[in-house]
Structures are given as C-alpha cells and as structure tokens.
C-alpha cells in the first residue's frame, strides 16, 4: 500500500512533554542534563501510542525517579526547528513540590547533572531562548490559570 499524495502531506510532528514543578517561593525546578550546554525541564519526547500526559509522567519518574501528581496543561507549543522537523510541546503544571518529595529525585545518572530550583527571572540566561520563552509563558498560565496556545513560545490566533 502506498502513501497517497494527502498522506504525503499530513504533517507528523514530533511531540515532547515536560512538567514545571515549583518550590515554596515560587522557584521553577530545572535540571541539567549531562548532554546539552543549558538547563531544561523534565521532560522528553511522546513515544508511539503515548499520550503527552503519560509522556510527561513517564519521563519525570525516568528522570527524577518521583512520581508527583501533574495537573493541567499550562502551554502548547507548535515550533518547528529546521533540523528536526514539526513539533508540538505540551508544558503541563506539576505543582509544588513539597520538601519530601525534592529529597526523594534520584537522578538518572546516564542524563542529569543536577535537578535546582531556580528564580523565573534566572530563566532567561539558564535556558535556550526558544523553551526560555515557553516556560515564561507557562508560568504566567499557571499564575492566570488558563492555558495558552504558542507558536514558537508566543501568543498566538489572538
């Protein structure tokens, strides 16, 4: 069977989820992966058949080793990158992380170099400017409570 021409054209974008989790002060957790220059945040890619909830969780507790509750979608993120293709991220709100739980993260010793809590305003300067931008506008869909549609980490279809 052979691709049709509309086939052809469907977009097939690759898909990432993560999860911002937040300290007492309001802090982002962000952590720093052994493979990439800046921070991130936890998170990673949809695998085939997985939902980008289930995504999300998956990869905090292949990364932190914790398994907090995650709660609503704070951002969707359509932002394609020359090299990679289509792609779409989801940012959904993993709350507060109590004391208990911030002592439980066991890195993924193959991935992370460290998982720190970090001021908004450090966003900017730890993150590469494109998920700077997303995770801004995350944390101002938590504060209002309603998620936000982005194309390349901006307001968009105003």
Not at 31 to 38: A, D, H, I, L
Not at 133 to 138: L, N, S, T
């Amino acid at each position: 069977m052979t691709e049709t021409d509309h086939e052809k054209r469907m977009a097939r974008p690759r898909m990432a989820a993560g999860a911002l989790f937040f300290n007492s002060q309001g802090h982002v957790l962000l952590v720093r992966p052994s493979y990439k220059p800046m921070w991130e945040i936890p998170g990673g890619y949809v695998e085939t058949g997985e939902s980008p909830l289930a995504a999300c969780r998956r990869e905090v507790l292949e990364e932190l080793g914790i398994t907090p509750s995650i709660g609503a979608l704070l951002v969707l993120d359509w932002a394609p990158i020359e090299s990679e293709g289509d792609k779409v991220l989801y940012v959904f709100d993993g709350g507060e992380l109590q004391p208990d739980d911030y002592a439980a993260i066991k890195l993924a010793p193959d991935e992370l170099l460290a998982a720190e809590f970090h001021p908004a305003e450090a966003v900017d300067e730890l993150l590469i400017p494109r998920l700077a931008r997303r995770v801004q506008r995350a944390i101002a869909a938590r504060e209002h409570g309603h998620p936000q549609y982005l194309e390349h980490g901006e307001p968009a279809g105003g």
